[in-house]
């Protein structure tokens, strides 16, 4: 923990890589190592809102930085608070903060801040109704939740795994570090804290001491079989030899080794896994024809496979990638001395007065570490003061000197949780973070555990957990268009199988007039009962995109459907598993039905995301069993409750900001029909009405929306506007009434044709409430579907455009909008498992509005097909141009366009169409940019 975030990493024996990382909203796709990192730092900033402790993600940096830094800092953050709370001692602390960096900490600054942030907090809890908080109580808060958004993300990647986060050891460093982790540990139930020597500078340290490695990587593409043994075996000779002479062309090491790895998959298979070979005798061979002279990578890959995703697939074979070498260089430095043992009780250097939780104000002794010996032993609570560190050890915790200087401290007395069904601000703040990260976690799983390119590699699913009513309490920041829609779902098999449901049911659902968005979002829903209740405590459920269901095209999205039932399979209340029996024969018969062409892949992926719910099913269980179930529940409401809050507040502030308290706007989709929105805003309670009274009728097309679009569309909205993180639930709707007429393309008959409206509507209804609060200009308003396959194989993707400018930022290029936020299949792997050449994928110039501050610009994607094949694209904005706002110019339209081989003919295709291509046909499609925003003036340069 240093002073901006937390990292955070597992280790156990090996180094666990990664190949992909998101920093500051980029992805990077290289070898590295996995860190996950959350914003929570020293430097955090604390925020009070809506009755909601806050603790970052902006930060106070460097400078001016906290307050007691005395540089002008205006925000309290986690430094300050660790400062008041007694855990920073400014007397240990260098003179070197200040205008002229030569002054100690301020803890007076702090503590006038402080005061006026308890005020703030008590000023809000007495309308509330609830009891006022001492201002150590509120300051005891804000560390409190910043330990929960650290214990987040180590969850994530050990409960997320498969593993017991208790089992491990926590290992801290970093200048924060040691004044959270005994919270944090005994938070996690872990009861072992090492702190190294050289904690405060560890990672400075690490580098120092730290192998030099030397990667080599080559494509291989072939199967790992007897046959190409001997020429993978000669690849890796080759890559070895190499790879050490570049090694040690630099430098002289005390040893260089080297590591092989092969990166393999299934064949027809998407994730690919980095693997060492297992040695012969770890483990009886697999497949001792295909045994490398390096030892069994056919049994590394397979157990692994088999820990990462909880199944294998033995009638597939296995590819070989890539050939990867690692050459290590080590350095041989030693770490430092070892120290002397005394005999003599450790003595504390003095005494200070330090606030904890469970006690209060405490004497507490301060040792520093440069006078203690091995094997000291000091009983918390205890502060020790390190040269580059402060290592907080709390009541009821244990800590011993090391003979090399670590800390190890043993974590005891975690006290049983008991808090009371009323609201509290803090805990309120920590079930947030809990309920969030439950529905991470079945995520996490769900991705893991899924077959298909478009769950596993495109991320077209979302996870979330509800209450025993069937609302909405969190959901993972996944896909957009699925937030309403799920707990329209969840709440509709609540009410169509009430008395029913038995523990072991599982619930698959799709159907429009049953909360789905579309057919080939297939919804699973696990109910999770008590013993003590015939009633659901609560609901787990998660959504996917299955490529094919059937229909009457391939990827089951096609662009003249007319008919539901031509969309393919239809599910209102299909129990998957019956009191713990999988109906596969049953689901099969459906499934088959409707035509589908990748059966395998469906059953997989449902599989998989009865695999997610029943992850969140134990996590939760495990808040029950620490907090109680009535707790529990109580807190998904308040929960629910504070998500209200926000909404109201900002519609409050939109009639100030606008000057007014009734709202219009509309738009059109590219047939003409009228998307029409009044929002009437009641200023005094911050409630209001969206009417969209005058949208146009349903078409005999598949552009229709189901209500539970409409709903999606407006909690995401509202989500948007409110401009601060928030618990995005069902609370978010509880001050809007909607009224949407029947009969409307945005309330169809139940067997209308829907496939359009999920993907294309969901945008401009979007568009169309964030015009009406002047908040945003059109973005690109679709999500350009692109499908194409035949009998054999179904390829589905969405492809970005730009974003709309703002009142104080330019839209983005290239970027998927709004209702949805997937990503592009790797050219790899497109290329690798279908039939097609990705001939140009970039950013299409000048196609974003001109403004003060200008739209963002699609993309131009080209694609060769490699044999005959059918081609369906169901697109907007290829009439109607993305608007602009204030003055700002408008997007420019998309296009879609066939280049046939024979001829070399262009073919306009239109927004929604079918076609059969031939061998070496070119696909060119052309995404709308975003509208700009405002007037450009002459001084403007």
Same mark, same amino acid.
């Given at each position: 923990?240093?002073?901006?975030?937390?990292?955070?990493?597992? *280790?156990?024996?090996?180094?666990?890589?990664? *190949?992909?990382?998101?920093?500051?909203?980029?992805?990077?796709?290289?070898?590295?190592?996995?860190?996950?990192?959350?914003?929570?730092?020293?430097?955090?900033?604390?925020?009070?809102?809506?009755?909601?402790?806050?603790?970052?993600?902006?930060?106070?940096?460097?400078?001016?930085?906290?307050?007691?830094?005395?540089?002008?800092?205006?925000?309290?953050?986690?430094?300050?608070?660790?400062? *008041?709370?007694?855990?920073?001692?400014?007397?240990?602390?260098?003179?070197?903060?200040?205008?002229?960096?030569?002054?100690?900490?301020?803890?007076?600054?702090?503590?006038?801040?402080?005061?006026?942030?308890?005020?703030?907090?008590?000023?809000?809890?007495?309308?509330?109704?609830?009891?006022?908080?001492?201002?150590?109580?509120?300051?005891?808060?804000?560390?409190?939740?910043?330990?929960?958004?650290?214990?987040?993300?180590?969850?994530?990647?050990?409960?997320?795994?498969?593993?017991?986060?208790?089992?491990?050891?926590?290992?801290?460093?970093?200048?924060?570090?040691?004044?959270?982790?005994?919270?944090?540990?005994?938070?996690?139930?872990?009861?072992?804290?090492?702190?190294?020597?050289?904690?405060?500078?560890?990672?400075?340290?690490?580098?120092?001491?730290?192998?030099?490695?030397?990667?080599?990587?080559?494509?291989?593409?072939?199967?790992?079989?007897?046959?190409?043994?001997?020429?993978?075996?000669?690849?890796?000779? /080759?890559?070895?030899?190499?790879?050490?002479?570049?090694?040690?062309?630099?430098?002289?090491?005390?040893?260089?080794?080297?590591?092989?790895? =092969?990166?393999?998959? *299934?064949?027809?298979?998407?994730?690919?896994?980095?693997?060492?070979?297992?040695?012969?005798?770890?483990?009886?061979?697999?497949?001792?024809?295909?045994?490398?002279?390096?030892?069994?990578?056919?049994?590394?890959?397979?157990?692994?496979?088999?820990?990462?995703?909880?199944?294998?697939?033995?009638?597939?074979?296995?590819?070989?990638?890539?050939?990867? @070498?690692?050459?290590?260089?080590?350095?041989?430095?030693?770490?430092?001395?070892?120290?002397?043992?005394?005999?003599?009780?450790?003595?504390?250097?003095?005494?200070?007065?330090?606030?904890?939780?469970?006690?209060?104000?405490?004497?507490?002794?301060?040792?520093?570490?440069?006078?203690?010996?091995?094997?000291?032993?000091?009983?918390?609570?205890?502060?020790?003061?390190?040269?580059?560190?402060?290592?907080?050890?709390?009541?009821?915790?244990?800590?011993?000197?090391?003979?090399?200087?670590?800390?190890?401290?043993?974590?005891?007395?975690?006290?049983?949780?008991?808090?009371?069904?009323?609201?509290?601000?803090?805990?309120?703040?920590?079930?947030?973070?809990?309920?969030?990260?439950?529905?991470?976690?079945?995520?996490?799983?769900?991705?893991?555990?899924?077959?298909?390119?478009?769950?596993?590699?495109?991320?077209?699913?979302?996870?979330?957990?509800?209450?025993?009513?069937?609302?909405?309490?969190?959901?993972?920041?996944? @896909?957009?268009?699925?937030?309403?829609?799920?707990?329209?779902?969840?709440?509709?098999?609540?009410?169509?199988?009430?008395?029913?449901?038995?523990?072991?049911?599982?619930?698959?659902?799709?159907?429009?007039?049953?909360?789905?968005?579309?057919?080939?979002?297939?919804?699973?829903?696990?109910?999770?009962?008590?013993?003590?209740?015939?009633?659901?405590?609560?609901?787990?459920?998660?959504?996917?995109?299955?490529?094919?269901?059937?229909?009457?095209?391939?990827?089951?999205?096609?662009?003249?459907?007319? =008919?539901?039932?031509?969309?393919?399979?239809?599910?209102?209340?299909?129990?998957?598993?019956?009191?713990?029996?999988?109906?596969?024969?049953?689901?099969?018969?459906?499934?088959?039905?409707?035509?589908?062409?990748?059966?395998?892949?469906?059953?997989?992926?449902?599989?998989?995301? /009865?695999?997610?719910?029943?992850?969140?099913?134990?996590?939760?269980?495990?808040?029950?069993?620490?907090?109680?179930?009535?707790?529990?529940?109580?807190?998904?409401?308040?929960?629910?409750?504070?998500?209200?809050?926000?909404?109201?507040?900002?519609?409050?502030?939109?009639?100030?900001?606008?000057?007014?308290?009734?709202?219009?706007?509309?738009?059109?989709?590219?047939?003409?029909?009228?998307?029409?929105?009044?929002?009437?805003?009641?200023?005094?309670?911050?409630?209001?009405?969206?009417?969209?009274?005058?949208?146009?009728?349903?078409?005999?097309?598949?552009?229709?929306?189901?209500?539970?679009?409409?709903?999606?569309?407006?909690?995401?909205?509202?989500?948007?506007?409110?401009?601060?993180?928030?618990?995005?639930?069902?609370?978010?709707?509880?001050?809007?009434?909607?009224?949407?007429?029947?009969?409307?393309?945005?309330?169809?008959?139940?067997?209308?044709?829907?496939?359009?409206?999920?993907?294309?509507?969901?945008?401009?209804?979007?568009?169309?409430?964030?015009?009406?609060?002047?908040?945003?200009?059109?973005?690109?308003?679709?999500?350009?579907?692109?499908?194409?396959?035949?009998?054999?194989?179904?390829?589905?993707?969405?492809?970005?455009?730009?974003?709309?400018?703002?009142?104080?930022?330019?839209?983005?290029?290239?970027?998927?909008?709004?209702?949805?936020?997937?990503?592009?299949?790797?050219?790899? /792997?497109?290329?690798?498992?279908?039939?097609?050449?990705?001939?140009?994928?970039?950013?299409?110039?000048?196609?974003?509005?001109?403004?003060?501050?200008?739209?963002?610009?699609?993309?131009?994607?080209?694609?060769?097909?490699?044999?005959?094949?059918?081609?369906?694209?169901?697109?907007?904005?290829?009439?109607?141009?993305?608007?602009?706002?204030?003055?700002?110019?408008?997007?420019?339209?998309?296009?879609?366009?066939?280049?046939?081989?024979?001829?070399?003919? /262009?073919?306009?295709?239109?927004?929604?169409?079918?076609?059969?291509?031939?061998?070496?046909?070119?696909?060119?499609?052309?995404?709308?940019?975003?509208?700009?925003?405002?007037?450009?003036?002459?001084?403007?340069?």
């Amino acid at each position: 923990m240093g002073g901006t975030s937390t990292d955070v990493s597992r *280790y156990d024996g090996s180094f666990e890589h990664t *190949y992909e990382s998101t920093i500051a909203g980029v992805q990077v796709q290289a070898p590295q190592l996995d860190i996950s990192t959350v914003a929570a730092g020293g430097g955090s900033k604390l925020f009070f809102r809506s009755g909601l402790f806050v603790v970052g993600p902006e930060s106070a940096g460097a400078s001016p930085g906290p307050i007691c830094y005395r540089k002008g800092g205006k925000t309290l953050t986690v430094t300050d608070a660790n400062l *008041y709370l007694g855990r920073l001692l400014p007397q240990f602390f260098p003179k070197i903060f200040g205008p002229d960096d030569n002054q100690p900490l301020d803890k007076a600054l702090t503590i006038e801040a402080v005061n006026s942030m308890a005020k703030n907090v008590n000023v809000f809890l007495q309308q509330q109704g609830s009891p006022s908080m001492t201002t150590e109580e509120v300051v005891m808060g804000f560390i409190r939740v910043a330990n929960e958004a650290m214990c987040r993300p180590i969850r994530s990647i050990t409960q997320g795994k498969g593993h017991d986060t208790s089992t491990h050891v926590l290992a801290c460093f970093g200048g924060a570090g040691g004044q959270h982790a005994c919270a944090v540990a005994r938070s996690l139930g872990i009861s072992t804290v090492i702190v190294p020597r050289y904690a405060g500078i560890l990672s400075a340290f690490g580098l120092a001491l730290a192998d030099v490695v030397y990667e080599i990587q080559e494509p291989a593409g072939k199967e790992l079989s007897s046959g190409n043994i001997p020429y993978i075996d000669d690849r890796i000779d /080759i890559l070895i030899t190499e790879s050490k002479n570049h090694l040690e062309s630099n430098q002289k090491y005390n040893e260089v080794c080297t590591e092989v790895y =092969l990166h393999l998959r *299934y064949e027809g298979t998407d994730c690919a896994l980095m693997c060492q070979p297992q040695k012969v005798g770890d483990k009886k061979s697999l497949t001792k024809q295909n045994m490398s002279k390096h030892g069994d990578f056919v049994a590394s890959f397979v157990d692994r496979y088999e820990r990462e995703f909880g199944f294998t697939l033995p009638e597939r074979n296995i590819i070989v990638d890539d050939i990867r @070498i690692r050459a290590v260089g080590k350095s041989g430095i030693e770490t430092g001395k070892i120290l002397e043992e005394s005999k003599e009780e450790p003595r504390p250097s003095c005494e200070e007065s330090v606030y904890f939780e469970s006690v209060g104000w405490v004497n507490t002794r301060v040792f520093v570490m440069n006078e203690l010996h091995g094997k000291d032993k000091i009983e918390g609570p205890a502060i020790i003061m390190d040269q580059l560190s402060t290592i907080l050890v709390e009541p009821n915790c244990t800590a011993e000197i090391t003979i090399k200087g670590d800390i190890n401290i043993i974590v005891t007395g975690g006290q049983e949780i008991k808090i009371s069904t009323e609201m509290d601000s803090i805990q309120l703040s920590i079930f947030s973070h809990r309920f969030m990260s439950i529905a991470e976690q079945m995520g996490r799983i769900l991705q893991r555990t899924a077959i298909s390119t478009n769950i596993k590699e495109r991320l077209d699913f979302s996870c979330a957990v509800f209450g025993p009513d069937g609302g909405l309490v969190s959901n993972a920041p996944h @896909i957009p268009v699925h937030l309403g829609a799920m707990q329209e779902a969840v709440q509709y098999q609540l009410s169509a199988l009430k008395g029913e449901l038995k523990s072991g049911d599982v619930i698959l659902t799709n159907h429009p007039c049953a909360g789905g968005s579309h057919l080939p979002d297939l919804t699973v829903i696990t109910p999770v009962f008590n013993p003590e209740s015939h009633n659901p405590i609560f609901f787990l459920a998660s959504r996917g995109h299955h490529a094919d269901i059937g229909g009457l095209t391939p990827g089951s999205m096609p662009p003249h459907s007319k =008919l539901l039932s031509e969309e393919g399979a239809e599910f209102k209340s299909f129990k998957l598993v019956s009191e713990g029996k999988f109906r596969e024969e049953e689901l099969v018969a459906v499934l088959n039905g409707a035509g589908t062409r990748n059966l395998h892949d469906n059953l997989a992926d449902l599989h998989a995301q /009865i695999a997610a719910n029943q992850k969140g099913i134990t996590l939760i269980l495990e808040l029950v069993s620490v907090y109680g179930l009535d707790v529990v529940q109580a807190y998904m409401g308040h929960i629910q409750s504070n998500a209200e809050l926000s909404v109201r507040a900002m519609l409050k502030y939109f009639v100030h900001h606008l000057g007014k308290h009734v709202l219009r706007a509309s738009d059109f989709m590219d047939d003409g029909t009228k998307i029409q929105l009044k929002i009437t805003i009641d200023p005094k309670v911050g409630a209001a009405t969206f009417d969209f009274t005058g949208t146009g009728y349903e078409v005999w097309g598949n552009c229709n929306a189901p209500r539970a679009i409409t709903v999606s569309a407006i909690i995401y909205s509202l989500r948007c506007l409110v401009g601060q993180d928030i618990p995005l639930n069902q609370g978010c709707l509880t001050p809007i009434t909607m009224i949407v007429p029947k009969g409307s393309i945005l309330a169809p008959s139940d067997e209308a044709a829907v496939v359009g409206g999920n993907v294309q509507t969901s945008q401009r209804v979007v568009d169309v409430i964030l015009r009406a609060f002047e908040a945003s200009a059109a973005s690109q308003g679709c999500m350009n579907n692109l499908t194409f396959g035949d009998e054999t194989l179904g390829y589905y993707e969405t492809i970005a455009g730009g974003a709309g400018a703002g009142p104080t930022w330019n839209g983005r290029s290239g970027v998927h909008t709004h209702m949805t936020n997937t990503r592009i299949t790797d050219p790899e /792997i497109l290329e690798t498992r279908y039939p097609v050449i990705l001939q140009h994928f970039s950013l299409e110039e000048n196609t974003g509005g001109i403004g003060k501050f200008k739209g963002g610009n699609g993309v131009r994607r080209e694609i060769l097909f490699r044999k005959p094949l059918t081609v369906s694209v169901l697109t907007e904005r290829r009439v109607f141009e993305p608007f602009g706002l204030h003055g700002g110019e408008n997007g420019k339209r998309g296009r879609n366009l066939l280049v046939r081989k024979i001829g070399n003919k /262009i073919i306009n295709l239109g927004g929604k169409t079918s076609v059969e291509v031939d061998t070496e046909d070119v696909l060119c499609l052309l995404s709308p940019g975003g509208g700009g925003y405002g007037k450009i003036n002459p001084t403007d340069t």
